[in-house]
């Protein structure tokens, strides 16, 4: 199995602060890489698929990149709502699709 | 507008079997490409893909559980089914289903199923 690992698990960030999630896959993943918000009810949000094309409604301060086994998500600008949980998912390797760890993105 | 909704028992005890539904509206899983898979996440976990079906009743299951796992859709292709047997305490978790469509990128997602497997 592709194993995922996101770094930094927790993060603590001010609003309008720039951050990035890393996401390293045990193996290289041609670039089929998912990521996913979700908020403390449970709600799962998509938001950017096959690396860096994001989903329609997602907010263009949101981005994606990477290659290989090494990608990430930034978020220019922190505004309130971004403060969540996100993850990474990959599909390269069927039927397994694992995702990372998770990423808690917390209020400094 | 494109909604699933999971529905499940809420608890069961071990060993027993845990039937879950998906119900679903805004699509049709009979529509090439499209797919509803089942994901869950224990509480403070990360989120584990169980399980699939396609839009031309294909089946894909993960493998470290895979002999447990069986997943179906009805005939009116607006409901996916998700059965898991000899449940412990490890299978509690909100369980969701999610729809895909030409992709392995889950677009549309469940509020979740909590499920707590307790004697």
């Keep these: 199995d592709i194993q995922m ?14 951050v990035t999630i890393s996401c390293r896959a045990s193996q290289g993943i041609s670039n089929y890489l998912n990521w996913y918000q979700q908020k403390p009810d449970g709600t799962i949000k998509p938001l950017i698929y096959y690396t860096s094309n994001l989903q329609s409604g997602v907010p263009s301060r949101f981005s994606g990149s990477g290659s290989g086994t090494d990608y990430s998500l930034t978020i220019s600008s922190l505004e309130p709502e971004d403060f969540a949980m996100y993850y990474c998912q990959q599909y390269d390797s069927s039927p397994t699709w694992t995702f990372g760890g998770g990423t808690k993105l917390e209020l400094k | 507008q494109v909604t699933l909704k999971e529905s499940g028992p809420g ?30 996440q224990p509480s403070g976990k990360s989120l584990e ?36 047997t000899s449940v412990d305490i490890a299978d509690t978790a909100t369980y969701y289903c999610a729809r895909s469509w030409e992709l392995w990128y889950f677009d549309f997602w469940g509020p979740g199923t909590m499920v707590t497997v307790s004697s």
Excluded: H
Aim: proline share 5%; with cysteine; charged share 15%.
């Design chain 2, 49 to 84: 893909w169980l399980a699939a079906i396609d839009w031309d009743g294909d089946k894909y299951y993960n493998p470290s559980l895979k002999s447990r796992l069986t997943v179906s859709k009805d005939t009116s292709n607006t409901q996916v089914f998700l059965k898991i």
């Design chain 2, 11 to 40: 608890m069961l005890q071990p060993s027993k079997t845990l039937s879950l539904t998906c119900s679903f509206s805004g699509f049709s899983l009979s529509t090439s490409g499209m797919v509803v898979s089942w994901i869950r």
């Design chain 1, 5 to 18: 690992t996101q770094t930094p698990s927790s993060m603590p960030a001010s609003l309008g602060e720039r």
